[in-house]
């Protein structure tokens, strides 16, 4: 009587087209997590700069971005206070970098203090730039 089944060799076989088409395809997933990361801490941080403009002037005081860029937190303040938070680093896995320490948003909307402020954001081998003109204008 001839029982239904694989063979051992049949088993190994599939098993092995199964492992290298997985390591063929493992480093494409982790770049579009990587990927996906990054572009969502920079729409999160040119979310944060949008806020803040938009503070300053419903508010008519003074609002500042600033950056933690060794704890990879973004802090938006307004008259002392901390108005929003976001632990970066902790969220999306990523390194953030900027040339200056913090923006800030006068009472008309414009940025000032700054000098083309460039924000980098990080992770594995991809990178994003997210950057404020003078005229407090953000693009990335």
Do not use: C
């Not at 089944?5 to 770049?31: H, K, N, Q």
């Not at 508010?59 to 600033?66: K, Q």
């Not at 923006?103 to 203090?113: C, Q």
Request: hydrophobic share 50%.
């Amino acid at each position: 009587m001839r029982r239904a089944g694989y063979t051992l060799l049949e088993l190994m076989v599939v098993t092995t087209i199964a492992a290298l088409s997985l390591a063929l395809v493992a480093p494409r997933f982790a770049a579009l997590r990587d990927g996906a990361s990054v572009r969502g801490a920079v729409a999160e941080i040119g979310a944060a700069f949008s806020m803040a403009r938009q503070a300053a002037i419903a508010r008519r005081t003074t609002v500042a971005i600033v950056f933690d860029t060794s704890g990879g937190t973004l802090e938006v303040r307004s008259a002392g206070h901390t108005v929003w938070r976001r632990a970066l680093r902790s969220m999306y896995g990523i390194a953030l970098g900027a040339n200056r320490d913090s923006a800030v948003y006068d009472a008309r909307g414009l940025g000032y203090g700054v000098s083309n402020l460039s924000v980098t954001v990080r992770r594995g081998a991809l990178a994003d730039t997210l950057t404020m003109s003078r005229m407090g204008r953000v693009r990335w």
